[in-house]
């Protein structure tokens, strides 16, 4: 199954109708079918919801995924990273008190942070292309 957005879908397919009514209609229904079929196959998909069940993210250095937990569904998603190693939870970096200079980076778990199993993730949205430019 593929989410795609509807709105925008009809936007575009809206731009073949013919304002005129009693215009003379010069195009084939199938050609028309034909045309739908290709504006559904260039709409972006929506993301959806992976359980942790059934693929766990790969082990991309540091990148944060959208994390939904146990007994908090309905909650706006946390900000998670994953460790191939030890699951979902945060890197932690540590520095020196006195120089403030980088020492070190750890890993915490949800569970060593007193965090809800997470049980489904996604990868985060992509910023619009006007924004990567």
Known sequence: MRL??????????TKWLNADPNADRMVDI???AASVLMEIEEQ?????WI??????????????????????????????QY???????FWKDIYDPVTLGFLDSEFETM????????????PM????EEAMQ
């Open 83 to 89: 460790e191939e190693e030890y699951g979902f939870g």
């Open 44 to 48: 972006p998909t929506v993301p959806l």
């Open 4 to 13: 795609i957005d509807a709105d925008v879908l009809t936007k575009n397919v």
């Open 30 to 32: 199938d050609d028309i």
């Open 111 to 122: 569970e060593e942070l007193d965090y809800e199993k997470v049980i489904y993730w996604m």
């Open 125 to 128: 949205i992509e910023p619009p």
């Open 51 to 80: 359980s942790v069940e059934d693929k766990l993210p790969e082990d991309i250095d540091r990148r944060f995924f959208m994390c939904l937990v146990e007994n908090h569904l309905e909650d706006p998603p946390m900000m998670c």
